[in-house]
């Protein structure tokens, strides 16, 4: 649907999941994704620069709510505002008069007829039993098109093609169906004049007294259709509007954010020819399946199962307040494994990224593992307390994980310098405000 716009957006989205810090050059890089996006879906640039200035500085400025990572955050503020563009709240096509009129307006080819076909067959589905008016007069073989969708379904219809007045045509039909539940009348497209449109309207209005003018717009015309649909709403309150041809239409966002812009109620949608193509429409519902939103959410699970956020959590804690033990150092290999290298994790941290940095960049891959080797040779007492570990027991653990002394030496100073370095860091961290500390560490955790 939308052309690219859902692949791209979705393309966006997981872009966004598997990069492995989400910071201001990330968040600007992810913008811009949309931006592209919807520019080439024709959304207005005055919007889409409004919606990314608001994605940028919400994701920048507010502070992801407990439980929240920022990542989900991200998320949840580009979804919101991409809802926001598109008007928020659905509006819905209520039955609430017996006969409830509609009035089916719109340019010539907008997709009316073939919609017709598609609330009737979705009031039906709803236990409404329709009637269909044709008072396209002009259209050669409009009362054929209507007869042969109408009785598909067994929706009664009034038209008469020898009748050439299209008024006429409406006053009967809405004799003939006076007692039904709902009538809807179709009508002669228009050329492109917005005037054209309200003045016909104006005209039906009199004999039918609609309860709801629906017009009909074709997606593929872009951000146009706002200006088709600001000239409905002025005109009538009892205005809403369906967008169609949404399948594959590159345009189709440019149609629904100009309209919406509006603030004219789009009612539903239409995704393709066919009479159950055809769909209410939901905000929210509608970006969640333009986000991938699905998808995205069993991303972030599967990222997050990787990490157990309490043992993080009280790893950085013990890090920062001096407490750290063996146990933490295995911990935070642990986490390292999932999460890429020390020195990213570090340089997160303002001023202190590059003094530890250095010691960490020494550690390669295999050097963490052989520590991990020797650390599971270690009692959990030695773990917990590691000021116990001396020559008998370097002795020990050395034979217990095939190493040489001088490597169970090694493992022991470095950490004791980490530890050092981190209580350094805890100091400095108190000064930095404890809520931007934990923040910091929040947001490494939840890479
Ligand atoms: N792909 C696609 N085609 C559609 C959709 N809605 C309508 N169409 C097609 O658009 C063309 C015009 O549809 P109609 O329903 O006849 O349009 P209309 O507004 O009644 O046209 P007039 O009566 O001449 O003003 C037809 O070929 C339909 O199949 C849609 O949602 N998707
Ligand atoms: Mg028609």
Redesign the pocket.
């Known amino acids: 649907m939308l052309g690219n716009l859902g692949e791209n957006l979705t393309n966006t989205m997981k872009k966004l999941v598997g990069m492995s810090v989400i910071d201001k050059k990330t968040i600007k890089e992810v913008v811009k994704d949309i931006q592209r996006a919807l520019i080439q879906s024709d959304v207005n640039i005055k919007l889409v620069l409004d919606l990314s200035k608001k994605i940028e500085s919400r994701a920048l400025e507010e502070e992801p709510p407990k439980g929240i990572t920022p990542r989900e955050h991200v998320i949840t503020i580009i979804y919101e505002e991409m809802v926001n563009l598109l008007g928020s709240e659905a509006a819905t096509l209520e039955i609430n008069e017996r006969p409830y009129k509609i009035l089916f307006l719109?340019?010539?080819?907008?997709?009316?007829?073939?919609?017709?076909g598609?609330l009737c067959r979705y009031l039906q589905k709803k236990g409404f039993n329709p009637a269909v008016v044709c008072t396209?007069t002009?259209?050669p073989a409009?009362y054929e098109?209507l007869r042969q969708l109408t009785e598909e379904m067994d929706v009664p219809l009034y038209g008469d093609p020898n009748n050439k007045d299209a008024l006429d045509l409406a006053k009967k039909g809405l004799q003939e169906f006076k007692n039904r539940k709902v009538i809807i009348f179709?009508?002669?497209?228009?050329h492109k004049e917005e005037a054209d449109l309200i003045a016909e309207m104006d005209e039906l209005d009199n004999i039918i007294n609609p309860n709801e003018a629906i017009l009909?717009i074709?997606?593929t015309i872009g951000q146009q259709a706002g200006e088709q649909a600001k000239a409905f709403s002025q005109a009538t309150d009892i205005g809403s509007i369906i967008i169609?041809?949404?399948?594959?239409?590159a345009k189709g966002g440019g149609a629904m954010s100009a309209v919406a812009e509006t603030g004219a109620p789009i009612k539903f949608?239409?995704?393709?020819?066919r009479v159950d193509?055809?769909e209410i429409f939901d905000p929210e519902r509608f970006i969640s399946r333009l986000l991938g939103m699905g998808d995205i959410k069993s991303l972030i699970e599967k990222a997050e199962e990787n990490i157990d956020e309490d043992i993080a959590e009280k790893t950085m804690n013990n890090m920062l307040t001096g407490k750290f033990t063996l146990m933490d150092m295995k911990n935070q290999f642990e986490m390292m494994n999932s999460m890429g290298p020390m020195q990213q994790v570090l340089n997160m941290i303002p001023g202190m990224g590059n003094k530890i940095s250095k010691e960490a960049s020494k550690m390669t891959e295999d050097k963490i593992d052989s520590y991990k080797i020797m650390m599971s040779s270690m009692t959990e007492e030695e773990m917990l307390n590691p000021k116990i570990i001396k020559q008998s027991r370097i002795q020990r653990i050395a034979r217990g994980s095939g190493v040489d002394e001088s490597d169970v030496k090694e493992l022991l100073k470095y950490y004791n310098n980490t530890k050092k370095t981190m209580k350094g860091l805890g100091k400095r961290s108190g000064r930095l405000g404890g809520g931007a500390m934990n923040r910091m560490m929040g947001q490494f955790m939840n890479r």
């Open positions: 719109g340019l010539q080819g907008s997709g009316k007829t073939t919609t017709i598609k396209d002009w259209r409009a098109q179709d009508t002669a497209g228009r009909v074709d997606g169609t041809k949404l399948d594959g239409s949608i239409g995704t393709g020819e193509d055809f």
